[in-house]
């Protein structure tokens, strides 16, 4: 008796041998999932306690850079790991493919910003601030589901969290950085920060100063790195502490890659925070 509400129709069987309806829909290449309710023709519901039914589609594609299958991309950068959750991200063309390990105990965010570093309440009822967010993909532990906001183009949730984000299309030119940060809260209302990569100051909010910044144009530039050695250590505490003193006097790169809090002013703030980031990892 359950009946379908679908556009375009779908195509209807009876299958003998199971003695069962088969519905058949087409849907988009590139779809990554199909969402769905059901309803005997009346008042009865089947919406999975008000969640509604998710299936995940394998092989959807908004684009030929990122493959959407739940499974990690090779050309995947890690951005930082904490608490046994990895972060990634790569950027081709003008497509941002994040991705994280999917929600179990905490409901996961990945906030992409164009570097605003106005403070606004976190999403989803939580607690602390963020830095405006140019979109975010989020992931919620208790059914599963995964989805972008204001922005995003496709994601899955697998063995891994992915997404693309066409950034052109949705946000026009594209800006020299992209400025990324993962946090996974307490799933409850007001539920607190638990885990944020890269960087955590241990205040509950997430700054755009403890963001990632993705270059898109020329050499990009691991906040932390001051000496370029691919790893943060605590080398590169001296020296920006050498900095921060005008004991030495770093080039454009090195100031760039030392201004942890992105105040354009090497000082004792990028000294504490390049020190927390150094411990956590």
């Known amino acids: 008796g359950w009946q379908s509400v679908i556009t375009p129709d779908p195509t209807m069987t009876f299958d003998a041998d199971s003695s069962k309806w088969v519905y058949t829909y087409?849907?988009?290449?590139?779809?990554?999932?199909?969402?769905?309710?059901?309803n005997d023709g009346g008042s009865i519901?089947?919406?999975?306690?008000?969640?509604?039914?998710h299936i995940a589609v394998l092989g959807g594609n908004p684009g030929d850079d990122f493959v959407m299958d739940g499974s990690l991309d090779e050309s995947a950068e890690l951005i930082g790991s904490d608490n046994g959750?990895?972060?990634?991200?790569?950027?081709?063309d003008e497509q941002l493919y994040v991705a994280c390990?999917?929600?179990e105990n905490a409901d996961h965010?990945?906030?992409?910003?164009?570097?605003?570093?106005?403070m606004?309440?976190?999403?989803?009822?939580?607690?602390g601030q963020v830095a405006q967010w140019a979109a975010y993909?989020?992931?919620?532990?208790?059914?599963?589901?995964?989805?972008?906001?204001?922005?995003?183009?496709?994601?899955?949730?697998?063995?891994i969290l992915e997404g693309v984000l066409d950034w052109n299309s949705e946000f026009g030119a594209m800006p020299a950085s992209v400025f990324l940060a993962f946090g996974a809260y307490e799933t409850n209302d007001g539920g607190t920060l638990q885990i944020q990569i890269p960087v955590d100051s241990g205040n509950g909010n997430i700054e755009i100063s403890?963001?990632?910044?993705?270059?898109?144009?020329?050499?990009?530039?691991?906040?932390?790195?001051?000496?370029?050695d691919t790893q943060i250590n605590i080398l590169d505490v001296v020296m920006l502490v050498n900095f921060a003193l005008n004991l030495e006097t770093p080039n454009a790169d090195e100031t760039e890659a030392a201004d942890l809090n992105l105040d354009e002013t090497l000082n004792v703030q990028d000294i504490i925070l390049l020190v927390n980031l150094v411990l956590e990892n």
Not at 26 to 38: G, K, L
Not at 45 to 53: A, K, T, V
Not at 147 to 155: K, R, T, Y
């Open 109 to 118: 965010f990945i906030f992409i910003s164009d570097g605003n570093t106005t």
């Open 120 to 127: 606004t309440t976190a999403p989803w009822a939580k607690a």
């Open 210 to 228: 403890e963001f990632y910044e993705l270059v898109l144009s020329g050499e990009e530039i691991l906040l932390g790195d001051v000496n370029f």
């Open 26 to 38: 087409t849907i988009s290449s590139s779809a990554t999932s199909v969402d769905f309710v059901f």
């Open 85 to 92: 959750v990895d972060f990634y991200a790569d950027w081709s």
């Open 45 to 53: 519901w089947d919406n999975n306690g008000g969640q509604d039914w």
């Open 101 to 103: 390990d999917p929600a």
């Open 137 to 159: 993909l989020a992931n919620e532990s208790t059914n599963g589901w995964s989805g972008w906001f204001d922005g995003g183009n496709q994601q899955i949730c697998g063995s």
